[in-house]
Structures are given as structure tokens and as C-alpha cells.
């Protein structure tokens, strides 16, 4: 099958290749890409970022979230049949959407909004499922929790909003001009043009920050939490927190802490819980998502869309940092 990879870590062009088909386990489908979408961990891998969690072999395909069709089910599979038009984000493990087909274990998928074209599916994958874990199972947000979304116009933002709408809450979000009227349309309700206005100095007592961009803007979102709030960051650091929870094991663990230490005094001064989330894939919870979009209360929002032989192209747009919404890789 053709693929885009990379032989090595580093800041190397996406080439095209041939590459075998993947192996099928007892629990796996094989699905026929249409479409992926580029998230910035894209890039993250290729330069090896992400190799203290998850190391890889090359050649390695990138890529982490699909839409397309079911073409061979292992022999366990139970929930799916050839033909079915579905979408999933990989096994973080087993990664490779820009390809033409992905193996992937059937908890991981679900079908495909019907509303939804194969390119609009594949946006919602990674950014839905990140966005389900941080304001539903971290946050725990009820209706009526004011929450900060960092980055609004960007492909996490845009998902991110969206469902924060449905969910009933108030939504302040930091955005340059270029993006206000998409975030409003989304469905903010404060929005802090981020290039011209601190946003730490203007807003107050918070519930939750989503945190998509770490480093000193993460630092300065504990002074708008109220105490007893919480910040989840995808962007920060991994604290010991993470470590625990991910199964890091003890020096890891500890590195992580020795790392955010001052996130941990933040912590204590402002009595903010401070959470770092590495998102994982589940077929059930795309399935959750899936009901928001068929009822018209989530909307994919895609800035570009790329031949497969743009990859590289496609690539270097979304690392521009610059996007508005999601870009996506049509496949077939
Ligand atoms: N841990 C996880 O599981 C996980 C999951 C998903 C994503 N992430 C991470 O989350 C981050 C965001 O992902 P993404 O897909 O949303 O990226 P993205 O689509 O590339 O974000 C681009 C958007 O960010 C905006 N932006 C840039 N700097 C900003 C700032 N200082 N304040 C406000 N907005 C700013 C840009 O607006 P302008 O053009 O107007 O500047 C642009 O619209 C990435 O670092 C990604 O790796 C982590």
C-alpha cells in the first residue's frame, strides 16, 4: 500500500513509500482509509518528542486519526462488518493513517456519522475524543461552570467549544482577530484577542482552564481559577500525577515531577488542581460524540483540504500554528 513516512526522528519530509499491508489480529478491522486529518502530535512524533512515552520503529507511517471503510474483520470481531463506513483515532502504539489502510482493534472505531463526508469525519477523531476526556472526565464540567478554552480557533478549539456549548457551560476562549468571528459563531461567549489583551487580567474565578498551549500561559491560568478549580493541559508538561495514572513507572514518574515543579507550587498557592492529559482512542466515547453531531449541536470546521501527495504540504501548514480548524489529508 502506499504510505507517507519517515526513516528517522527529526525535522525530515514526509516521502511517499510502499509499505506492506498491516497485520489483522483476532479483534481488529481493517479499514480503507478515505480521509485523515494532521494534529501538531503529527509533527511532535516525527521529531521524536514523543519517544519517552511511546517509542517507534521505522520506517515509520504518521498519522492518527481516520475515516473510511471496513475491508477484512478478524476472526473475534463482533461489532463490525466489511462495508461499514467508520472513523477512529489509531492505537497510539500502532499509528499510520496516512496510508491507505490501518489495522486497529474494534473498540477503537466507530461507525461514521452518516450527515458527515469521509473528510469531515476524519476531523473529529483525536480533537473530539481529547476535548470528551478533558471536559467530561477530568473537568467533570456541569452546566453553568465558566471554563477558559485556550486557542479556540485552532482544531482542538473549534471541537473544543463546540462541545463545551452543548454541555451547558460559559466559555471564554483566547483567539487573534483572524479567528473571532469563527469562535463566536461556535458558540462563545467571552473572547480575549490574546495578541492585544492579558488574559489572566481580565477574567476571574473560573472553574476550569483547558489549557492547549502550556509553557508561561499555562502558569498564568492558575490566577483565574477559582480555589478548588482545576487546569487540564494537553500542551504542558506530564506532572506526577500523569505519571501515576499513565503507568510511567518510578524514574519517569519522578523525572515528570522534577519537571513541573513549578506547577506544583502553583498548585499549592492558588489549592488549583493541575492535570496533564495524553488523550487515548475509544470506539465508545467517539460513539457519545458521534449522537452531538448527528443532532447538529457539533459541526466539523475544516480550514484545508489536501491530495495525499500534499502530505508534506499539509504538514507544514498545521505546523505553521496557524490554522483555523482542522486540516485535512483526503486519502481516496
Ligand atoms: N495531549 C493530548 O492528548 C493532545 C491532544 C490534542 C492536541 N494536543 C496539543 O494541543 C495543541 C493544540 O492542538 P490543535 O490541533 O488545536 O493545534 P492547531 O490547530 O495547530 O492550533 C492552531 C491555532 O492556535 C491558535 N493560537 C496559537 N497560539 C495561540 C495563543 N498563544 N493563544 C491563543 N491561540 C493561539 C492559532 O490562532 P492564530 O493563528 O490566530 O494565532 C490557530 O488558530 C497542540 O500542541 C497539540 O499537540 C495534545
Request: aromatic share 10%; charged share 20%; hydrophobic share 45%.
Amino acid at each position: 500500500m502506499k504510505a507517507m513516512t519517515i526513516e528517522k526522528y527529526g525535522n525530515v519530509p514526509l516521502e511517499q513509500t510502499e509499505q506492506p499491508l498491516p497485520v489483522v489480529s483476532a479483534h481488529d478491522v481493517l479499514v480503507e482509509i478515505h480521509a485523515a486529518s494532521i494534529n501538531p502530535v503529527d509533527f511532535k512524533i516525527r521529531d521524536g518528542k514523543v519517544k519517552l512515552l511511546i517509542p517507534y520503529q521505522f520506517p515509520l507511517i504518521l498519522g492518527n486519526d481516520f475515516a473510511g471503510i471496513v475491508t477484512r474483520v478478524g476472526p473475534a470481531v463482533t461489532q463490525f462488518q466489511v462495508g461499514d463506513a467508520v472513523y477512529g483515532r489509531a492505537e497510539k502504539q500502532r499509528i499510520g493513517t496516512f496510508a491507505e489502510f490501518i489495522a486497529i482493534h474494534e473498540d477503537l472505531v466507530a461507525r461514521k456519522p452518516d450527515s458527515l463526508s469521509f473528510e469531515e469525519a476524519a476531523s473529529i477523531p483525536l480533537v473530539g475524543l481529547t476535548s470528551y476526556q478533558v471536559l467530561h472526565d477530568v473537568l467533570q464540567a456541569t452546566p453553568g461552570q465558566k471554563i477558559l478554552i485556550q486557542a479556540g480557533a485552532g482544531g482542538v478549539g473549534t471541537f473544543a467549544i463546540q462541545l463545551a456549548k452543548a454541555m451547558g457551560l460559559y466559555v471564554a476562549t483566547t483567539a487573534s482577530s483572524a479567528g473571532h468571528d469563527l469562535v463566536k459563531a461556535l458558540g462563545a461567549d467571552e473572547i480575549i484577542d490574546y495578541r492585544t489583551v492579558a488574559f489572566d487580567e481580565v477574567l476571574h474565578d473560573f472553574d476550569g482552564v483547558y489549557d492547549t498551549i502550556g509553557d508561561d500561559t499555562l502558569r498564568r491560568a492558575f490566577k483565574i481559577v477559582r480555589p478548588g478549580g482545576q487546569i487540564v493541559s494537553i500542551s504542558g508538561l506530564p506532572n506526577g500525577r500523569f505519571g501515576k495514572a499513565y503507568g510511567s513507572g518510578f524514574l519517569k514518574t519522578m523525572l515528570f515531577r522534577l519537571l513541573t515543579v513549578r506547577e506544583a507550587f502553583l498548585e499549592r498557592k492558588y489549592r488549583v488542581t493541575y492535570t496533564f492529559l495524553f488523550m487515548k482512542p475509544s470506539g465508545r466515547q467517539l460513539q457519545h460524540i458521534t449522537e452531538w453531531i448527528e443532532t447538529g449541536q457539533i459541526k466539523p470546521v475544516i480550514d484545508r483540504v489536501y491530495p495525499f501527495e500534499a502530505a508534506q504540504e499539509a504538514l507544514a501548514y498545521s505546523e505553521s500554528g496557524h490554522a483555523k480548524g482542522k486540516v485535512i489529508l483526503k486519502v481516496k
